[in-house]
Every structure is written in structure tokens, then in C-alpha cells.
T-cell receptor, first 109, second 113 residues
Framework: QQPVQSPQAVILREGEDAVINCSSSKALYSVHWYRQKHGEAPVFLMI?????EQKGHDKISASFNEKKQQSSLYLTASQLSYSGTYFC??????????FGTGTSLTVIP | DSGVTQTPKHLITATGQRVTLRCSPRSGDLSVYWYQQSLDQGLQFLIQ???????AKGNILERFSAQQFPDLHSELNLSSLELGDSALYFC????????????FGPGTRLLVL
């Protein structure tokens, strides 16, 4: 039931782009994306609701393909502050919410 | 600052003991969620309350229980503690039942010796 994220880890240079994928085996109502820095609480990035919408702010955007039960997070022109672990969270039938396996992102100068 | 408060910040206790973690949601938020984060299991959803009622259960052990009080604060009770219960416990709150941003508290770090 826990969604699977890929890649597990990625290292980027400042200015490079990255894509993080989240895949679930269950039908989803919504997908949430969070970033967590070491030793801190997760911080909300965005929610995508059923309907295949794409959302974004600044240089971080995401898409949700409800038919494939997948979501992708796009980070463009990465900055040092983007470093952290990214989690997707999925809400499925029965009001079940699960966080994904996590993707560690490191941006280096 | 998310507006969600958790106490205590750190807790050290022995196996077999019982502890209570407390969470105060953001003003106006009716939903409270509890999560456990450990090194080997990642972020695990434990339980959700909405306006005093249990709404969803995740991977919560029978030794653990929670409740949400009329003033909307919530407590997570962990009993018969084991070494493996050592983890960071987060509480989050949101305004509605589902589909809304969850704001996380700073967490309570529990160490069971």
C-alpha cells in the first residue's frame, strides 16, 4: 500500500533539473508532495486532486495521472535549498493515507 | 512555524513504560494526524482524528492509542514500550477531513532504552 518513489536518491548540480516519480497500486483521490530536511518536520509543497491536473509554483511543479495512479514532481533549475528528502503522500479509498518511500535529493554547487 | 505544537520535544524512557505525546493543532484546524518516522521504516501514518472522532487508521500498533479532546488537542499514548518504538513522532493538522494541506508540528523524539 505504500507508494513507491523513484529514484531513491539523486545528486544534482545547481541549475540542473530533476524528476521524482511516485507510483501507487491503489486508486487515488489525491497526491501530496512534501520536502523534509534532515532533523526537521516535513513541509508541504503541493496537493494534486483527482482530475489529472498539473500544479506548480516557482520552479517546482507536479502532475497526477489518476489512470496510472502515478504522480511526478518536477524540479527545474535546482537550487541548493532544494536539497532534502521528498515524499509523496497518497490518499486512496477508505481514507487511507500513506507516505511514499522517499527520494533523497542533494544539490551541489 | 507551522502553528502546530507538540510536547515534549524529547522523551527518554525505558522498555515496558508508557508515555503520552501531546499535539495542539493550528487554530481552526479540525483534523489531527499522527505519524511515526524511524530510520528503517520511513514515515508511517498512524491515525487520524477529525473533530473528536477517529477517521482513519494506518499502521498503528495495539499498544498505541490516541484521542482528540473537545478543545481539539490530541494525545498519542504509547504503552509497553519496546526498543523499536524509538522514533520521531509527528503530529499534523489540517482544516478538513481529507484532501487538504497537512501542517506538521516539530515532532517528539522518543528514545526507548
Amino acid at each position: 500500500q505504500q507508494p513507491v518513489q523513484s529514484p531513491q536518491a539523486v545528486i544534482l548540480r545547481e541549475g540542473e533539473d530533476a524528476v521524482i516519480n511516485c507510483s501507487s497500486s491503489k486508486a487515488l483521490y489525491s497526491v501530496h508532495w512534501y520536502r523534509q530536511k534532515h532533523g526537521e518536520a516535513p513541509v508541504f509543497l503541493m496537493i494534486l486532486l483527482k482530475g489529472g491536473e498539473q500544479k506548480g509554483h516557482d520552479k517546482i511543479s507536479a502532475s497526477f495521472n489518476e489512470k496510472k495512479q502515478q504522480s511526478s514532481l518536477y524540479l527545474t533549475a535546482s537550487q541548493l535549498s532544494y536539497s532534502g528528502t521528498y515524499f509523496c503522500g497518497t490518499l486512496s479509498t477508505g481514507n487511507q493515507f500513506y507516505f511514499g518511500t522517499g527520494t533523497s535529493l542533494t544539490v551541489i554547487p | 512555524d507551522s502553528g502546530v505544537t507538540q510536547t515534549p520535544k524529547h522523551l527518554i524512557t525505558a522498555t515496558g513504560q508508557r508515555v503520552t505525546l501531546r499535539c495542539s493543532p493550528r487554530s481552526g484546524d479540525l483534523s489531527v494526524y499522527w505519524y511515526q518516522q524511524s530510520l528503517d521504516q520511513g514515515l508511517q501514518f498512524l491515525i487520524q482524528y477529525y473533530n473528536g472522532e477517529e477517521r482513519a487508521k494506518g499502521n498503528i500498533l495495539e499498544r498505541f492509542s490516541a484521542q482528540q479532546f473537545p478543545d481539539l488537542h490530541s494525545e498519542l499514548n504509547l504503552s509497553s514500550l519496546e526498543l523499536g518504538d524509538s522514533a520521531l513522532y509527528f503530529c499534523a493538522s489540517s482544516g478538513r477531513v481529507t484532501g487538504e494541506t497537512q501542517y506538521f508540528g516539530p515532532g517528539t523524539r522518543l528514545l526507548v532504552l
